[in-house]
């Protein structure tokens, strides 16, 4: 039956997690140099458009139509947004359509995510044509095993992901590293230095995602609820635990707090408690959060020393944080919180751990080997890098002939 007050609270989440990707444009715009924010900012705004329209003709339906091939895909029955209307789907509170928008919004901020990995590099129009290409054969099929109707990760192997750290994190960390090897570094890494022009954007653009992450996993409780209350407060909780143990790490390292390191903390925070938003109490989320930050911190160290150019840090932060997130669910999941998730390690089902641990060495494995495949035929084809001369050049005036800032 349909109830108009979590048709409203899902909504208002659709709405907050929308505003995540500009967020996060602004979040990796202030990052790069001054004469490719614009570019930064137009990859992600982009994909607002093109992502929702895949999404709508086929991405939806790929995802969560009825099983088609044993938990590996959905169907076409929903095609072009068929049968995706006003009521409400068997079990749900509602509207269809709700339903779909918000599951829109994860289909296209998770792309946006891998742009961090290939900033200052990549060719626009290869770039976007790869993400549609990826939507179809990548994110659809990922997102079916995970929370589709009788897919293989959710309804079969029994993980839990109540928001995304897999299907989004982990998936968007490995499409990453795929194209970074395709790719490679940009030119003068780890050779000159490259610091964000603009840490003000940066932290604009951070506390947009924190705040749009409520939408993202008090949202996935799809009702305005108790568990929809428990998702927004370790949310938050951990997101506060990892700003803190980042800067206190970096502080004791490198001898100073840094705003950038605050920024990232907040995000590696929130990364992690995206798999167990729903599954956990609070004083687990601070632990979670916690180590999120020690070891997401520990992730950007690990990249300087071997020396793949990870630009904005999509691996250090999305793949660490969403792998750790997601194993710490079978350790801390209750039913005391959500009785339809299932017991962890602490609660007396070490199995869940295991069960955690396939889910992520299988969305590692689908989404590097993958994009690796798509990647390869896109590059091979119209070429996903710029020139040299562009790359030294800066993308917003090679690419799309503006500039960020124009000074008198």
Same mark, same amino acid.
């Given at each position: 039956? $349909?109830?108009?007050?979590?048709?409203?609270?899902?909504?208002?989440?659709?709405?907050?997690?929308?505003?995540?990707?500009?967020?996060?444009? $602004?979040?990796?715009g202030?990052?790069?140099?001054?004469?490719?924010?614009?570019?930064?900012?137009?990859?992600?705004?982009?994909?607002?458009? @093109?992502a929702?329209? @895949?999404? /709508?003709?086929v991405?939806?339906?790929?995802?969560?139509?009825?099983?088609?091939?044993?938990?590996? =895909?959905?169907n076409l029955?929903?095609?072009? $947004?068929?049968g @995706?209307?006003?009521?409400?789907?068997?079990?749900?509170? =509602?509207p &269809?359509?709700?339903?779909?928008?918000?599951?829109?919004?994860?289909a296209?901020?998770?792309?946006?995510?891998?742009?961090?990995?290939?900033?200052?590099?990549?060719?626009?129009?290869?770039?976007?044509? %790869?993400?549609?290409?990826?939507?179809?054969?990548?994110y659809?099929? /990922?997102? &079916?095993?995970?929370?589709g109707?009788?897919?293989?990760? +959710?309804?079969?192997?029994?993980?839990?992901?109540?928001a995304?750290?897999?299907?989004?994190h982990?998936?968007?960390?490995s499409?990453?590293?795929?194209?970074?090897?395709?790719v490679?570094?940009?030119?003068?890494n780890q050779?000159?230095?490259m610091?964000?022009?603009? $840490? !003000?954007?940066?932290?604009?653009?951070?506390?947009? *995602?924190?705040?749009?992450w409520?939408?993202?996993?008090?949202?996935?409780?799809?009702a305005?609820?108790?568990?929809?209350?428990?998702? %927004? #407060?370790?949310? &938050?909780?951990?997101?506060?635990?990892?700003? #803190?143990a980042?800067?206190?790490?970096?502080w004791?390292?490198?001898?100073?707090?840094?705003?950038?390191?605050?920024?990232s +903390?907040?995000?590696a925070?929130?990364?992690?408690?995206?798999p167990?938003a729903? %599954?956990v109490?609070?004083? !687990?989320?601070?632990i979670?959060g916690?180590?999120?930050?020690?070891?997401?911190y520990?992730?950007?160290?690990?990249?300087?020393?071997?020396?793949?150019d990870?630009?904005?840090? @999509?691996?250090?932060i999305?793949?660490?944080?969403?792998?750790?997130?997601?194993?710490?669910?079978?350790?801390?999941?209750?039913?005391?919180?959500? !009785?339809? +998730?299932?017991?962890? *390690?602490?609660?007396?089902?070490? +199995?869940?751990?295991?069960?955690?641990?396939v889910?992520?060495? /299988?969305?590692?494995?689908?989404? %590097?080997?993958?994009?690796? #495949?798509?990647?390869?035929? #896109?590059?091979?084809?119209i070429?996903?890098?710029?020139?040299?001369?562009?790359?030294?050049?800066?993308?917003?005036?090679?690419?799309?002939?503006?500039?960020?800032?124009?000074?008198?």
């Open positions: 039956m $349909l109830d108009t007050g979590d048709t409203a609270f899902v909504l208002v989440s659709s709405a907050m997690v929308m505003l995540m990707t500009p967020g996060l444009a $602004l979040f990796y202030g990052m790069v140099r001054a004469k490719n924010v614009l570019s930064m900012l137009l990859q992600n705004f982009f994909l607002l458009g @093109v929702s329209v @895949v999404w /709508a003709l991405g939806y339906s790929l995802a969560f139509g009825t099983d088609a091939f044993g938990g590996l =895909i959905g029955d929903h095609i072009g $947004l068929t @995706v209307g006003q009521e409400p789907t068997e079990g749900s509170t =509602i &269809h359509l709700a339903f779909m928008i918000f599951q829109a919004m994860f296209i901020i998770t792309p946006a995510l891998v742009t961090g990995a290939l900033a200052e590099r990549a060719k626009f129009g290869a770039l976007m044509l %790869f993400f549609v290409i990826w939507q179809i054969f990548i659809s099929p /990922a997102a &079916h095993w995970v929370w109707p009788d897919g293989w990760i +959710g309804s079969k192997l029994g993980a839990l992901d109540f995304g750290g897999t299907v989004v982990i998936l968007s960390a499409t990453a590293a795929a194209l970074i090897v395709i490679g570094p940009r030119i003068g050779e000159q230095a610091p964000p022009h603009s $840490l !003000p954007l940066t932290v604009l653009g951070a506390g947009l *995602l924190w705040f749009g409520f939408g993202f996993n008090a949202g996935s409780a799809l305005a609820n108790g568990l929809a209350a428990s998702a %927004f #407060v370790v949310t &938050h909780l951990a997101a506060a635990a990892a700003t #803190v980042w800067v206190a790490a970096e004791l390292h490198q001898g100073r707090p840094t705003m950038l390191g605050g920024a +903390g907040c995000i925070g929130l990364v992690a408690i995206t167990a729903g %599954f109490g609070p004083m !687990p989320a601070l979670i916690l180590l999120a930050g020690l070891a997401c520990g992730g950007i160290l690990l990249k300087n020393k071997l020396g793949y990870d630009s904005l840090d @999509v691996i250090g999305h793949g660490i944080g969403g792998t750790l997130g997601a194993i710490l669910t079978g350790v801390f999941a209750t039913t005391a919180v959500n !009785p339809d +998730g299932a017991d962890g *390690l602490f609660s007396g089902n070490p +199995g869940l751990v295991g069960a955690q641990i889910a992520v060495l /299988a969305t590692i494995a689908f989404g %590097f080997l993958g994009s690796l #495949v798509l990647g390869f035929i #896109v590059h091979k084809t070429g996903l890098r710029v020139s040299p001369d562009h790359e030294i050049i800066g993308l917003d005036k090679t690419e799309h002939a503006e500039s960020g800032y124009d000074m008198l």
